[in-house]
C-alpha cells in the first residue's frame, strides 16, 4: 500500500477511536482513569463511628465519565452528524432519566436526545471560526425535573480539516543583492500563513519551492531564505530578475493546497568595470590668445558602472613640466576639461604631447581601475599686443629742470613673427595738465611744464604701446598694451624758511628782565636730503635794540627774551619785532619774518587779563559777548511793548461790518435789547445835535454808491434846539429815495440799545417807498414803547413834501 494512504487511514482511525473513548462508561475504561472526569452521583453507604482521632476515609460511587468530544469541521450529510452519547448509571433503561444539555451553541449548533443522550451536530462549522465549544450535560429526573447528578462540563473541539491554502500576507516582495555575489548569499525571506491548525495533522505543515527564477536563484523549502544560485551575475548584463515562489501545505505532499507570491530581486551596481576612454588619441587646437582658466578641449572615459562607482578623476601625468597645463573634471557631463594655467607662447614652443589618466573614485575589488589616453595640443599663432620691457617705470626728474627735458624713455616690441613697428602715447587721462610728452616713435618722455615738488612729488601716467602693421599708416587699435610710468620729483632749495605760525606775543608789564616771551620755530617747504638747519638772527637796525633779544635753543627754535622791566601799555602798548630765518640749502635762502609782542595787565601770578582796548572801555570787566547779550534783552522787551499795545489799540476799535460778509437777508441778533421809548440811556442825544453829523455826510458802509450827493444844509437851532422829529424825517427821506440803495432797511449798530424791554428782538423793518404808503398801525397794538415808533413812520403826504 502506499505510503500517503497509509498515513490518511491512520489519521482515520485515531478520529475514530477519539469519539469511541468518549462514549465508553469508566467500567470498560479502566486505564483512561487518569485522564478522565468522574461525577458522583448517589449517596454512599453510611460509615460506622469512628475512634476519637481516627481520620474517617470514604469513597464515592464513580458515574458516567467521558474525554473531549470531536466533530469533523465542514462536514456536510443528509442527517446530523452524531458527535457523541452522554449515560448514566441511572439510565437503567427507564424512561424517568432526561438529558438536559446547555451552553455555548446548545439548542441551535448541538442538539441532544433527552431519551438516549445522543449529541449531534445541527450545522456545518468552521475551525477557523471557532475551534472549540463548551457545554454543560445534566440529568434530571423527568417527572420531578429534579437533578440526579451534579452538572458537569465538556468541550466539543471542531476537528481541522485541510480547507485553507498557505497565503503571502507581506507579498509581493523586492529585494536586492550586490552584484558579482557568490553562490548561497541571501537575498530576501518570505513568509506564508496557512489558517488551518498546526497542531494536528499537515494542514499548516508548509514547504517553500522556486516555480520562476532558477538557475539564477534557490530557496531553503524549510526556512523559506532566498540566496543566489549562479555565480557571476553581471548587473551590466542583467539588473532584473522576477521569481515566483510557492508555499504548499501537507508538508508538499499530493492532495495539498498551495500559495504563490513574486520577489523582484534588483542586482546592485559595485566598481567592477575600468573607466575606458573612446579614443587613443585626442587632437586639440590652443590659440596662444587662449585666457588663463579657460576651457581648451574636453576628453571623457566611459564606465558601464553607474553613481559613485562610474565617477573618474583626471590627470595629466606626462608632458606637462611646465605647468602650463591643468584639467578638472566636470561634475554634470564627468568630461575631463583641459585649461591654461600659464599663457602659451607660439614663438616659444608650438606643440604639446599630453598623457591623460582617468581613475575612479572608488576602489574597486582589486584595486583602482584607470586608463589612460594621449593629447595633441597644437598652438596656434595669434596677433598679440606688444610687451613693454618692464611691467612698471620708475624715474626721476629735479623741480627746476627746463622744458623738454628728457626724463627717461619706456620699450617695447612685437611678440609676433612679423615683428610690426610699435607707437607710443600717452593716456591723457593720466596726464590732465599736459606736463610730459613722450616722442610717439622711440618712446622718449620729455618735460612739457615746469614741476614743483611742493605741489605735486609724484606723477604716475600710463603710457600705451601700438602695433603698426606693415603698409598701414594707422595703428591697429585692437592691440594695445599698457604700462604705469612713475615719475619722482626731486627736490631742490627754492622756498626759503618761514615762521612756523603766526605768532603773537604777550608781555606783562610787571615782567622781569630776561623773562623769556615766546619760543619761536620755522618751516620750509623744501626737503633736503640732510635735514633742516635753521639760522636766527636780527637785523642790523636791530642790533642795538634796547627792549628784546633772542637767544639759540639748540633745536632750531630761538626764545626772544626781554631786557628790561619797565613795559607800560600807557606808553605803549605794541611792540615789531624783525626776525631774519635763513636755511642749509645750496644756495642758503632766507625771510624776514616779524614778531608782534603786545603789552597786557597781568595778575600778580603773571596770569594775561587784558591786552587791548577792551579793558578801556569796559573797566567793570564786561566783554563784547555780555552788551550784545544786554542789547538783544532790551530789543526784545521793546518788541513785546510795541505788540501789547497794537493789540488793545485793535481791541478798542468799533464793530463794523465787514466786506466780506453780505448782510442782504440777514437777521442782525444783538445781545442787548434797547429799553424802548422810555430808555434814554439807549443812546446820548448829544450825538443827535452835533452840527457836523446833521450837515456832513457820511457814507454807506454796506454799499459801494455809485453817485455822490452834495451835503445838505441842516437847520440850527442852537446846541439844544435840534428837532429830533424832523431828523429822522429827513433821513428816512434820503433812504427811500436814494438810487443807489438796496431795497432794505440799514440798521444802525449800536454799541449799547439799553435794557429793560419786555418785547423781545427787533427784526428789521420794511423800508417805506414812494410808491405805496406803509401802515404802521399795527405798532400801537405792541404797547406803548412801539406806539411812538408807529408815530414816526406813519407820516402823511403833507408831512413828506414839508
Known sequence: MPKRSEEMLRELWTSLMFMWITCVPYSSMAPLANQSRSLQMGSAPAPSEPHEGQRILSRAKRGWVWNQMFVLEEFIGPDPILVGRLHTDFDVGGKNVKYVLSGEGAGTIFSINDQTGDIHA??????EEKAEYT???????????????????????????NDNPPQFIDGPYQASVPEMSSVGTSVTKVTATDADDPVYGNSARLVYSILQGQPYFSIDPNTATIGIALPGMDREIRDEYMVVIQAKDMGGHMGGLSGTTTVTVRLTDINDNPPKFAKNFYDFIFSESLGLGKPGGRVKA????????????????TGNEKGVFEITTDSQTQEGVIMLKKPLDFETQKHYNLTVEATNVRYGPNGPFKDTTIVRIAVEDADEPPIFTRVAYMMDVKENAPINTIIGSVTARDPDAVGSSIRY???????????????ADDGKITLAKPLDRETDMWHNITITATEIPPLSFLGNQSQISRTRVSIRVLDINDNAPEFATEYEAFLCENGKSGQVIQTVSAVDKDDPIQGHLFEYRLPPEMLNNPNFSIKTNGDNTISVVAKHD????????????????????????????????RVCGCSREGIVQSCNVEAYVLPIGLSMGALIAILACIILLLVIVVLFVTLRRHKNEPLIIKDDEDVRENIIRYDDEGGGEEDTEAFDIATLQNPDG?????????IKPDLQFMPRQGQ????????VDEFINVRLHEADNDPTAPPYDSIQIYG??????????????????????QNYDYLREWGPRFRRLGELYSVGESDKET
Not at 445541527?122 to 475551525?127: A, G, I, T
Not at 457545554?135 to 481541522?160: C, G, H, W, Y
Not at 566611459?302 to 601625468?317: H, L, P, V
Not at 446833521?694 to 454796506?702: T, W
Open 752 to 773: 449799547y440799545e439799553g435794557r429793560g424791554s419786555i418785547a423781545g428782538s427787533l427784526s428789521s423793518l420794511e423800508t417805506a417807498s414812494s410808491d405805496s404808503d
Open 122 to 127: 445541527m450545522k456545518k462549522l468552521d475551525r
Open 716 to 723: 440850527h437851532g442852537g446846541p439844544n434846539g435840534v428837532d
Open 425 to 439: 602715447f600717452i593716456d591723457r587721462h593720466t596726464d590732465l595738465e599736459r606736463q610730459f610728452n613722450i616722442n
Open 302 to 317: 566611459t564606465d558601464k558602472d553607474i553613481g559613485e562607482n562610474a565617477k573618474s578623476t583626471y590627470a595629466i601625468i
Open 694 to 702: 446833521i450837515n456832513g455826510y457820511l457814507p454807506r458802509k454796506d
Open 135 to 161: 457545554l454543560t450535560a445534566l440529568v434530571i429526573n423527568r417527572d420531578t425535573n429534579e437533578p440526579l447528578e451534579p452538572p458537569s462540563e465538556f468541550i466539543i473541539k471542531v476537528q481541522d480539516i
Open 566 to 597: 619797565t613795559f607800560r601799555r600807557q606808553k605803549q602798548e605794541m611792540y615789531f619785532l624783525p626776525i631774519v630765518v635763513t636755511d642749509n640749502g645750496n644756495p642758503p635762502l632766507s625771510s624776514t619774518n616779524t614778531l608782534t609782542i
